[in-house]
């Protein structure tokens, strides 16, 4: 498949390389000269110097042969524009980013646009999705990865295993873990990641990937951690823009758990505007570095829209038992946030990307999430009723190490399958393999 992506920023260049691992046909227009030639030393694709608001660059693109446009620059009006134009080229499946999809429509996140935004197929907001995702880490706070299957039935969840874990130097198959829960992947500390087998040892460091169903997750996460998650006292540094939109989501959420917010703001001006908007939290006028008000807290969450100082301040907590969860600002600095234990991130760029990947899925796979730092993926693929492997068992289907069926969802059920588990017709399998290797699932299910 052909795919234009229209501005080469973290995002842009993420995807690009997505794409291109996943073996699609990528072009990329970026207005700025500079990071056009720094884009085409990094990818061995087509790139463009040029402006996805001007039709004769879309055309030195081949738009009119592109099944997919993606406009992901930071201005919104060029993006929709992009977009416009690209239909008047041919026929492409559209999506465009918008900084608040409040200015846009007044609909949920990534929901369907109207039909009179003519040209847009799906936008989507960068910031609402960060909010969402971090609202998932507040349930899971000792989390790496959050993705839920067969629409909330079936969980998978990255785990970070501390000094303090009882799981450490065991293998995985003499883990006790809870029923309807398996181990489908671990990340060593050099960040490889590798599908999991009876065999693997546990060590201080590695990253366990989980699936199941909610419950039996929640309890295993109790297990490896070593932590339950308390009435939440949470800190948000940062009032700007993300924070002020993120303390407004939870105060929706508070209603339904036991959330106590804080949020700390360094500018007065914007201390008002949070104090006149926000009816269920305390605004604290305050520099970034509260240390006092830090460590009075289970939950910080940073997103001063600086690395440094959301790093030092994780760091802080971190230190004192403190659970943390951060905005990576620069993709740059992902390694450092890790370097320092600061497991619980989130990273536009990766969620935007991912995001936009589930548009790139066959039409049998009922929803594919990117995790492991975009290495890994999972992807939930309903068995239609010509499918060769009704009525197998999962070991006639002669799976390669590199696939791995993590869980089955049948009606309202879920469990996790072995070698002699029979596959009916519309069950839905959850599936997990590295990113390179994705493409390869359909043939086994064929």
Excluded: W
Excluded at 34 to 44: G, I, N, R, W
């Amino acid at each position: 498949m052909l795919v234009t992506i229209i501005g080469g920023s973290q995002v842009g260049k993420k995807l690009a390389k997505m794409l291109i691992k996943r073996k699609h046909k990528v072009t990329l227009i970026e207005e700025n000269k500079q990071t056009a030639e720094q884009l085409k030393k990094e990818l061995d694709t087509l790139i463009i110097n040029g402006s996805g608001a001007n039709i004769e660059d879309l055309k030195k693109a081949n738009v009119d042969k592109a099944k997919m446009i993606i406009a992901l620059t930071e201005n919104d009006t060029v993006n929709i524009v992009s977009c416009m134009l690209a239909k008047q080229l041919g026929e492409p499946f559209t999506i465009s980013q918008v900084a608040s999809l409040e200015n846009i429509t007044e609909k949920a996140s990534n929901k369907k646009v109207p039909e009179q935004y003519l040209g847009i197929d799906y936008l989507i907001s960068p910031q609402q999705s960060v909010i969402s995702e971090i609202v998932e880490y507040i349930h899971f706070p000792h989390a790496s990865d959050i993705h839920y299957f067969g629409k909330g039935k079936s969980l998978l969840l990255g785990i970070r295993v501390t000094e303090q874990s009882e799981v450490i130097n065991n293998s995985l198959k003499n883990i006790d873990l809870p029923e309807d829960s398996q181990i489908i992947g671990i990340e060593s500390k050099d960040c490889s990641f590798k599908l999991a087998f009876d065999d693997e040892k546990v060590s201080p460091g590695d990253i366990i990937y989980l699936v199941g169903s909610p419950d039996s997750i929640k309890k295993a996460n109790i297990k490896i951690t070593n932590k339950e998650v308390e009435n939440q006292r949470i800190i948000i540094i940062g009032g700007k823009k993300m924070g002020y939109n993120l303390v407004r989501e939870l105060e929706e959420h508070s209603k339904h758990h036991d959330f106590m917010i804080k949020v700390i703001e360094r500018e007065h001006k914007q201390c008002e505007v949070l104090k006149r908007n926000l009816h269920e939290s305390i605004v604290l006028e305050s520099n970034y570095f509260n240390q006092e008000e830090i460590l009075e807290a289970n939950i910080v969450i940073t997103v001063t829209g600086d690395d440094k100082t959301n790093i030092i301040n994780s760091t802080i907590a971190n230190q004192n038992g403190i659970d943390t969860i951060s905005e990576i600002t620069n993709i740059q600095y992902e390694p450092i946030y890790k370097a320092v234990g600061i497991e619980s991130t989130v990273n536009p760029s990766l969620t935007t990307a991912s995001q936009i990947m589930k548009f790139l899925r066959d039409m049998d796979i009922e929803t594919m999430s990117i995790f492991q730092n975009g290495e890994a993926v999972g992807t939930e693929i309903v068995l239609s009723e010509d499918s060769s492997v009704i009525n197998k068992q999962v070991s006639d289907l002669k799976l390669p190490s590199k696939i791995k069926i993590g869980a089955v969802i049948r009606e309202e059920d879920m469990f996790i399958p072995n070698e002699n588990s029979v596959l009916k017709e519309d069950d839905r399998l959850v599936i997990f393999t590295p990113l390179n290797d994705q493409n390869s699932v359909k043939k086994y299910l064929e």
